[in-house]
């Protein structure tokens, strides 16, 4: 029916971890019915609950949260753009510029992820 290939990405220079979205494909003839946002709805909670350990020394350990998920979508793909957009992704900042569409045939497509706070409530069950 559906797959995603996905993997997590460390930026160094910001400190960050990202998932990145390398593949995700439905059947033709199960297009429509919600798998992909299923996928999609998936992957943005694997990205949420990931805490990343990273280790800088034999001593120091840093946990390091995901930030967002990214993906590649081709230039005009206007359907899975779309897609994309009605679930919140838009142009990542490290994305080629729509300006560039001669270099580039793809853009860069992202989403930041919010992360609720749990909180102990004393005393109520």
């Keep these: 029916l559906a797959f995603s290939h996905f993997r997590l990405e460390h930026d160094e220079a910001q400190g960050t971890f990202t998932l990145?979205?390398?593949?995700?494909?439905v059947d033709v003839k199960c297009q429509g019915q919600g798998f992909g946002r299923?996928?999609?709805?998936?992957?943005?909670?694997?990205?949420?609950?990931?805490?990343?350990?990273?280790v800088r020394s034999e001593r120091e350990h840093?946990?390091?949260v995901v930030d967002k998920i990214a993906l590649t979508v081709f230039r005009h793909n206007e359907a899975a753009?779309?897609?994309y957009g009605k679930l919140g992704f838009g142009l990542d900042e490290d994305s080629p510029l729509e300006e560039e569409e001669e270099e580039e045939d793809y853009v860069i497509l992202?989403?930041?992820l919010?992360?609720?706070?749990?909180?102990a409530r004393r005393g109520s069950r």
Excluded: D, P
């Design 20 to 25: 990145y979205v390398w593949e995700i494909q």
């Design 38 to 54: 299923l996928l999609m709805a998936v992957l943005e909670q694997i990205a949420v609950q990931c805490v990343v350990c990273s």
């Design 62 to 64: 840093v946990h390091v």
């Design 81 to 83: 753009r779309g897609f």
């Design 110 to 112: 992202s989403k930041r």
């Design 114 to 119: 919010r992360r609720l706070r749990r909180t």
